[in-house]
């Protein structure tokens, strides 16, 4: 497993650093499996790698890292990193980063944080709004029964996801 780890970890610098030639997305496909494998690992190696892969001029790189350092790794002692996760929320070009990225501070912010807000107030995407509320929703910490019928209200459409809702929400539960 040691060759492969180290072959995989070689593959993915050389991926990285010829950001712009070839075909990236193809090498990145082809990587993904052994990739994934040593972030669900939490290999410690892999993770300069990944905080070079969300700067990847390819979006689908950038999303890909993104999943695996957000879903496989701890980041409680990485502000460098929560920090990149935070940019890409409030600069991507890609919606879909911008969501994942909602998503990984959902699960990896340790309180309030201000990246999530500002997209909830201002990002131009409905889906990425909706998804910083989520995210915000779930960092007040109500438990999976409160936090799932306001989810069920915003669904439904008897809730419109925004600030004011969560202060609301946040209020009736004194927090």
């Known amino acids: 497993m040691v060759a492969d780890r180290q072959t995989t970890l070689d593959r993915l610098a050389r991926l990285l650093e010829a950001a712009a030639t070839g075909n990236p997305a ?3 496909n082809a990587l993904w499996p052994a990739v994934h494998q040593l972030a669900e690992g939490q290999d410690g190696d892999l ?3 990944l905080s070079r892969a969300l700067q990847h001029p390819d979006g689908f790189i950038r999303l890909g890292a993104l999943e695996l ?3 496989h790794y701890d980041l409680a002692d990485a502000a460098e990193l929560l920090g990149q996760v935070r940019f ?3 600069s991507d070009s890609r919606e879909d980063v911008r969501l994942a990225a909602a998503a990984v501070l959902g699960v990896q912010a340790d309180a309030w ?3 999530l807000v500002r997209a909830l107030t201002d990002d131009l995407d409905e889906d990425v709004r909706r998804v910083s509320f989520e995210a915000l929703l779930k960092l007040l910490r109500l438990g999976p ?3 799932a019928r306001w ?3 915003v669904g439904d459409g008897h809730l419109v996801p925004t600030l004011d809702a969560l202060r609301a929400i946040a209020a009736r539960y004194d927090l």
Request: avoid cysteine; proline fraction near 10%; charged fraction near 30%.
């Open 69 to 71: 350092v957000g879903f």
């Open 47 to 49: 993770l300069p790698h």
């Open 113 to 115: 944080d201000d990246a």
């Open 145 to 147: 029964g409160p936090e």
């Open 88 to 90: 890409m929320l409030l």
């Open 26 to 28: 193809e090498e990145w």
């Open 151 to 153: 989810l069920s209200e």
